[in-house]
């Protein structure tokens, strides 16, 4: 027998918008009280034409501080994008088994995007024209990032306790998808909030704007919001090799020799708390096989090769109804970044180690969310501490965590890396040692 169960809803146009069952075995559907309009806007917005996001989209309003014209268009540019990717989201998890979506934890994410999107959609009916009204939004988009800032351990949660209910490869397939939209969602945001702290103040002070507060003098003059555009990668892997030695030295008692090698120097335009994250979790891994396998003597190779920057060499856009948006030719985008001819600036990053090299039988199976392999006890013991590296980067000045033991390090390096066209590749040896080629993609020269 069917039955619905009332929960708190969100109102949008003054019409109260809520979400009950509509199949006891499938699916979770949001309804209106009285009409199906919640369902048909929420499946409206997810249905939008998008397109792939990319880097040059994230610099198009120029370097900070921008002017009262730039932050506003920069405003509206990501408040046209923002609603319909948490739609999407709503969406996916609506088509969740219901006994999934019925878990709290899987259930508070889904409550995390209805209040997200309900906080946006008073906003999409108009235009933000005031630097008041642009510094209520910041305010909007500093609670988005702050509601959804532990969605990856609150889903792996969810998905462990549903373990015997699901298919892993269908949780694979799931985890995979959305936490590729996540990435997105949240740079938007990210990125406005980036543009706007550093822009202050500019012209008029918004409402409770205070020029001493403002940390425009703080960013480095190479950041355009969080992108960093001119990253040198071997600054990333020194970074990461000094966290990751002292936590394998306090583990196992040594730590391996790191040698890098190929072109220190090269620079490229990228996040650099992406890069961050990637190397971070290749290296634990090549640190880890290096010791455990008794050759903590032979050294860990780090080669950093920077491709030539070939005019025409574009990596081509891609239709992507989760990772991307459409471009609104009608957003201003007040650009004072030169660009070189059409390029596509990329480095690869080599992991050579003699770590013995990945068992046969294991080697399929290390891009999957292995959720599986991480018990309830083990969870409950380092919840707190182990959440997304991504989040914790963000806001800690540098210092890493991860959500080690979930088995979540490679299938979320590889989603980061490919989501501006990169890739990750490995080549194991077993017996012998394993080499992973890390690829990145730049936005080409910046003039």
């Known amino acids: 027998m069917r039955r619905a169960v009332p929960v708190p809803g969100f109102r949008c146009r003054g019409k109260l918008f809520s979400w009950r069952p509509y199949s006891t075995s499938h699916n979770w559907s949001i309804h209106q009280t009285g009409t199906d309009a919640a369902r048909d806007e929420v499946a409206r917005l997810a249905a939008s034409p998008r397109r792939a996001l990319t880097l040059t989209d994230l610099l198009r309003h120029g370097r900070p501080p921008l002017s009262k014209e730039a932050l506003l268009a920069s405003a509206n ?16 998890l609506r088509n969740l088994p219901f006994i999934v979506v019925s878990n709290p934890h899987v259930s ?7 209040h997200s999107l309900s906080t946006l959609l008073p906003y999409q009916q108009r235009q933000i024209t005031t630097l008041e009204e642009e510094h209520q939004f910041g305010e909007v988009l500093a609670d988005l990032v702050h509601t959804h800032a532990n969605t990856i351990p609150i ?22 998808t959305h936490l590729r939209a996540r990435i997105g969602t949240r740079l938007i945001a990210e990125q406005h909030l980036a543009l706007h702290f550093a822009s202050q103040p500019i012209g008029e002070n918004p409402a409770g704007a205070s020029e001493s507060k403002s940390p425009k003098n703080t960013v480095p003059s190479n950041y355009i919001g969080v992108i960093d555009t001119a990253l040198q990668p071997a600054r990333i892997v020194q970074l990461c090799e000094d966290f990751v030695g002292e936590i394998c030295e ?51 190779e780090v080669t950093i090769a920077a491709a030539p920057d070939v005019p025409g060499n574009d990596r081509p856009i891609q ?129």
């Open 250 to 300: 306090l583990k196992y008692g040594v730590r391996p020799r790191l040698l890098l090698r190929g072109e220190p120097d090269a620079s490229f335009a990228h996040v650099p708390v992406h890069v961050e994250y990637i190397i971070t979790e290749l290296l634990k891994n090549a640190f880890r096989a290096t010791v455990e396998s008794g050759n903590e003597r032979e050294p860990i």
């Open 155 to 176: 889903l792996a949660r969810g998905f462990l306790e549903c373990r015997k209910y699901v298919n892993p490869t269908d949780v694979t397939r799931f985890l995979d």
């Open 108 to 114: 508070k994410i889904y409550h995390n995007y209805l």
């Open 319 to 447: 239709d992507d109804a989760d990772a991307g948006f459409q471009l609104d030719d009608a957003v201003s985008t007040n650009e004072v970044i030169g660009y070189s001819n059409p390029s596509s600036q990329s480095i690869t990053i080599r992991i050579r180690d003699r770590g013995g090299g990945i068992p046969p039988e294991v080697l399929p199976h290390i891009w999957s969310y292995s959720f599986t392999t991480f018990s309830d006890m083990d969870f409950q013991s380092s919840e707190n501490g182990n959440l997304d590296a991504l989040n914790t980067l963000s806001g800690s000045g540098g210092h890493l965590s991860s959500i080690a033991g979930l088995g979540y390090g490679l299938p979320l390096s590889r989603a980061y890396a490919e989501y501006f066209g990169g890739s990750i590749a490995v080549q194991s040896l077993w017996g012998w040692g394993t080499d992973v080629y890390l690829t990145l993609q730049g936005v080409g020269r910046l003039d």
């Open 77 to 92: 540019f990501t408040l046209s994008l923002l609603p319909a990717r948490l739609a999407s989201r709503i969406q996916a």
